[in-house]
Each structure stands twice: as C-alpha cells, then as structure tokens.
C-alpha cells in the first residue's frame, strides 16, 4: 500500500478537498501541519520545489496538490506500481 503524506494549511480549501477525497477513497494518509511542525514542513517544501498547499508526498515522491491527486484517484492510478517501487 502506498504511504500519503500530505502539507497542509488550517485555511487552504484544497487542502480540505485534498483530505476529503482521501477519506472518501479510504485512503490512509499522514498529515503535516505547517505552522505546528515547521522542520518537517522545511524538509517537505524543499523536497517538493513548492510553496503551495496542500503537497501531497506518495512513498515520500512529491506528486503535487489537489488537482494532481484528484486526477491520479480520477485514473485509477493511485495503487499503479510505480508508486508502490518507490518505497
């Protein structure tokens, strides 16, 4: 099973939609809040390139935000295994 990490901000609404779109797919993710664990958040958006919310990591691979893990859910591409090898 893939590992989703998700950055997240309290008032980001695609953050929100992000974490509701996994939980509506029983997807397990782990999420970082950004002003409560500033190193990881440091590590996180360093890791990714980006300053946006939410960045969504699957096995620690930057895929994106909303729109790139909505599209990935859309195609069926979530448990695809190139996600799975990169554990």
């Known amino acids: 099973m893939n590992q989703v990490k998700i ?5 980001c609404s695609y ?6 779109l ?3 797919e029983g997807i397990a993710y ?3 809040e950004a002003f409560k664990d500033s190193e990881q ?6 890791q990714s390139g980006q300053r946006t919310f939410p960045q969504i990591f ?3 691979k930057p895929i994106g935000g909303f729109t790139e893990l909505s599209k ?4 069926s591409e979530f448990n ?3 996600f799975k090898s990169l554990n």
Not at 7 to 11: A, C, D, I, K, N
């Open 58 to 60: 699957i096995n620690e």
């Open 22 to 24: 996994l939980q509506r």
């Open 72 to 75: 990935l859910v859309r195609d």
């Open 7 to 11: 950055l997240t901000s309290p008032s």
């Open 41 to 46: 958040t440091q590590q996180l958006l360093t």
């Open 15 to 20: 953050c929100h939609a992000a974490k509701d």
């Open 30 to 32: 782990q999420e970082v």
């Open 80 to 82: 695809l295994p190139h």
